[in-house]
């Protein structure tokens, strides 16, 4: 498809387990961004992916969660030991170039993860 | 700290009639300001944004107004149509981190036949 496409569109996992969450952009995009949106709240940005450069991860809540983006297409984000506090919407987004104010960025329909 | 804030969760509007979605900010170091459209299980997309060199900029039935001084952006949606029911996401980025967007927590707008 043409559009950013996030597997699975539903997870729910037990508590203390860990999630592999996945994102595969639009070709040709070089930006890759990491969000969640919890009950209530805005989205939240977690981590940017930028070509080849280190990602800027200054959003991530914590340790246990990670991401990885491979050959600069398709980025998993890892939840360790997951939390109740975890549950949430994860959104993937990519655009063409790095800035938001530059270029659009397009969200994929997100992963509703729910942590019991 | 939440730097954007919609304090609106809902708004209600007849068809035909014009829609304002409000959205505030406390970071003086934003400068580039966006508006998403969010539909049920869907990702938001863009609707429209606004340069802080500017304090209006239109596109079709949808014009934001931004008051740097008041920190205070608008979304002006005329007239109104039933698809434009869906929740509305106000976002906000600066020069340091070009890269983040950070969003307010949306305002569900419900738009009456």
């Known amino acids: 498809g043409a ?3 996030q597997s699975p569109s539903n997870k729910v996992t037990e508590k203390g387990k860990d999630v592999e969450l996945r994102c595969d952009p639009i070709s040709g995009h070089t930006a890759l961004y990491w969000y969640r949106q919890s009950l209530g709240q805005g989205l939240e940005f977690l981590i940017y992916f930028q070509g080849n450069s280190a990602p800027d991860k200054s959003g991530l809540p914590s340790d246990r969660f990670s991401a990885e983006r491979t050959g600069g297409s398709v980025s998993t984000l890892t939840i360790q030991r997951t939390q109740q506090e975890d549950s949430a919407v994860y959104l993937c987004a990519s655009s063409l170039l790095f800035r938001p104010r530059d270029t659009e960025a397009f969200f994929g329909q997100g992963t509703r993860l729910t942590v019991v | 700290d939440q730097q954007v804030k919609q304090n609106s969760p809902s708004l209600s509007v007849q068809e035909g009639r014009i829609s304002i979605l409000n959205c505030d900010y406390t970071n003086s170091m934003f400068d580039y300001f966006l508006w998403y459209k969010k539909y049920p299980a869907e ?8 340069s802080s060199i500017k304090d209006k900029n239109e596109d079709g039935r949808f014009t934001v107004f931004l008051n740097k ?12 149509q039933p698809g434009d029911s869906a929740v509305y996401f106000c976002a906000a980025s600066s020069i340091q981190g070009a890269q983040k967007l950070v969003f307010g927590q949306g305002t569900r707008l419900t738009i009456n036949p």
């Open chain 1, 3 to 5: 559009g950013v496409s």
């Open chain 2, 43 to 50: 990702g938001p997309t863009f609707l429209i944004s606004i």
């Open chain 2, 69 to 80: 001084s008041a920190k205070h952006l608008s979304l002006h949606i005329v007239p109104s």
